[in-house]
């Protein structure tokens, strides 16, 4: 046994004659002189190489033993970056001043470091000569990658890909705990080539087992069990259970949900589930604004409730004040929605709406309500449907006088979106068509209206600076005289939902004494958005609108058009921030430049 004692002055004493040693203690490095040369590697590799280095990128004033531990773990981040790229003999050198850094004791390292040198010699580009995954399901709905196949680069990547095949085929078939055993992989240095065998342990077919609730929510368990639509009894697949996360995750309700399996399979083969939930906030207040020299400012806001009743319901209550300071009066709309999700099946909610409005536009007044039952069916993430029947009532007055009219009214709606990004779409496309039948009542006429909106979203090159934008929009009203339709249900151009330039609603259907609206309606937009830097865009556009007295527009109908540049500010968060100036070029108008500013793309 070996007894240390040091009393208060010998350790004082200690201190000073260490100091006055002038142990040799590492200074900082002051921003050594750093380089990397990857002689054979093309410029891809070798620009790879840079940005992978942690040496290249250190700050200036990280000391000598940081510098250090940085350039050796540097070894491994660059011979990672050679496996992914086939290269399986490389050279890597990490020289300090001349000396190769795996060579210098961490312990003792120098006292400065003015330079660094990196090389790489990544050698001869290896080939797959055996690549095999075993065993895989018969059939299976997975390929493996075809980057994995005798003959072709050989790389971590590609290996590490048809692994994930592999475990995701046998999922796919039933296994969900299936596992990598083992891995055979050999590299023949003469002849270029790797070998890699993987072996896969599928385990048994397993069916869904039941799922139990964890955490902390205060949506009723049963409610919970109803939404989710867990499949138990069937055949595992990953699909299902991927369902079963959306449909709760859909309500709203839920800041997190998470699905954990069991580490054991039941005797029985099944397999249990663990579902974890954390709530959002009860209510979420939210507020928007838009404002343009013609249609004055818009102010929109809205209040909702979660978890109404204790079974993830939704309250939506919606308000909206327009024309203020604008060229007409102003006028508004205020509506209450609930939504009670799984009542019909987990991907089927109800909901029911009311909906008061009060319209001041330029051609027609006119005040409606509107009572509705629906039912809402969401059939993947961008598709749902759905469908609803009620009562309106609206009391209007037009160029063709005052009337009421009463309907029993459906209203059936499809949605399809596939944008990338709702708030600023780069790719892909958007569509929602609409029906509304309506039956009148008290000598009201019968009909239906017809909408089509459609948007389509292209980039030019991979980095997304240029995108076009198109969009369409259709309307129509079949039935009924021009002069016997509602004024609400007739279709108006000009505006920034339709063509910019003109004031809202400025073109109609010419009658005698005055302006109404349409039966047909067609409208055209493009865009061409380019990025300056990362937050801001211009845009350049152009706006076509179609009115028609008849239920199709036609070579002889009322138009407009419109033309104009605008500017984009993306904000973290929000979206862009959007400026658009616009000035009529067809249409014989003289509105004259108009502006809008708002939250959001224009379409």
């Not at 380089?35 to 410029?43: T, W």
């Not at 009562?391 to 309907?407: N, T, W």
């Not at 709702?422 to 029906?435: L, N, P, Q, W």
């Amino acid at each position: 046994m070996y007894l240390f004692c040091c009393p208060r002055h010998i350790l004082h004493a200690f201190l000073i004659g260490f100091c006055g040693l002038g142990i040799a203690l590492p200074d900082p490095a002051q921003a050594a002189t750093t380089s990397l040369a990857a002689p054979g590697a093309d410029e891809d590799l070798t620009e790879q190489l840079r940005s992978a280095s942690a040496v290249l990128s250190v700050p200036p004033d990280i000391d000598v033993q940081g510098l250090l531990a940085t350039a050796l773990s540097d070894y491994r981040t660059l011979v990672q970056v050679l496996y992914d790229r086939g290269y399986f003999s490389p050279e890597v050198h990490i020289r300090l001043d001349g000396r190769e850094a795996a060579s210098i004791q961490p312990l003792y390292p120098p006292r400065t470091i003015n330079t660094i040198a990196i090389t790489v010699k990544p050698g001869t580009r290896f080939t797959f000569g055996e690549a095999r995954v075993t065993p895989l399901p018969n059939p299976s709905d997975v390929e493996l990658p075809e980057s994995f196949a005798p003959g072709q680069t050989a790389s971590t990547g590609a290996i590490r890909d048809a692994s994930h095949a592999g475990l995701k085929a046998w999922r796919h078939a039933g296994h969900a705990k299936v596992a990598l055993q083992d891995q055979d992989i050999t590299a023949n240095h003469l002849q270029s080539r790797l070998n890699a065998t993987l072996h896969l342990a599928p385990g048994p077919k397993l069916r869904f087992g039941q799922l139990r609730q964890t955490g902390q929510t205060a949506v009723n368990a049963e409610a919970i069990r109803r939404i989710a639509g867990f499949p138990t009894g069937e055949v595992y697949h990953p699909d299902d259970l991927a369902k079963v996360g959306t449909r709760l995750r859909r309500t709203g309700t839920f800041s997190t949900v998470s699905l954990t399996e069991a580490p054991q399979a039941n005797p029985d083969g099944t397999l249990d589930f663990a579902a974890n939930f954390e709530d959002l906030p009860q209510r979420r207040l939210t507020f928007g604004a838009e404002l343009s020299s013609s249609d004055g400012l818009e102010l929109t806001g809205s209040w909702m409730h979660r978890n109404l009743f204790g079974n993830a319901e939704k309250l939506r209550f919606e308000m909206r004040l327009s024309g203020l300071g604008g060229s007409t009066d102003i006028d508004g709309r205020i509506a209450l929605r609930l939504d009670r999700p799984a009542t019909l099946g987990p991907d089927d909610n109800t909901y029911y709406l009311l909906e008061v409005e009060r319209l001041d536009e330029e051609h027609y007044k006119a005040t409606r309500g509107l009572g509705a039952i629906g039912v809402r069916r969401v059939f993947s993430d961008t598709l749902f449907a759905e469908g609803s029947i009620g009562f309106e009532s609206i009391l209007a007055e037009d160029v063709f006088g005052k009337r009421r009219f009463k309907f029993l009214e459906g209203n059936l709606r499809v949605e399809k979106d596939r944008r990338n990004n709702r708030v600023s779409a780069t790719s892909g496309y958007y569509m929602d068509a609409r029906v509304v039948p309506f039956i009148g009542l008290d000598g009201s006429k019968s009909g239906a209206q017809l909408k089509l909106e459609g948007r389509i979203y292209y980039s030019l090159g991979s980095s997304e600076n240029i995108v076009l934008a198109g969009r369409l929009q259709l309307g129509s009203v079949v039935g009924p005289a021009l002069s016997e339709v509602s004024p609400t249900m007739l279709f108006f151009s000009g505006g920034a939902g339709s063509v910019r330039g003109h004031e809202y609603q400025s073109l109609g259907v010419p009658v005698a004494g005055g302006t109404a609206g349409g039966k047909g309606y067609l409208a055209l937009s493009t865009e061409v958005r380019g990025k300056v830097t990362d937050k801001i865009s211009l845009v350049g556009f152009y706006d076509l609108g179609l009115v028609d007295a008849d239920s199709f527009v036609s070579n002889s109908s009322e138009r407009h058009a419109g033309a104009g540049i605008g500017l984009r500010y993306d904000v973290a968060g929000i979206g862009p921030i959007r400026l658009d100036l616009a000035y009529p070029v067809d249409g014989g108008s003289s509105d004259g430049l108009q502006f809008y500013i708002g939250i959001g793309q224009a379409f």
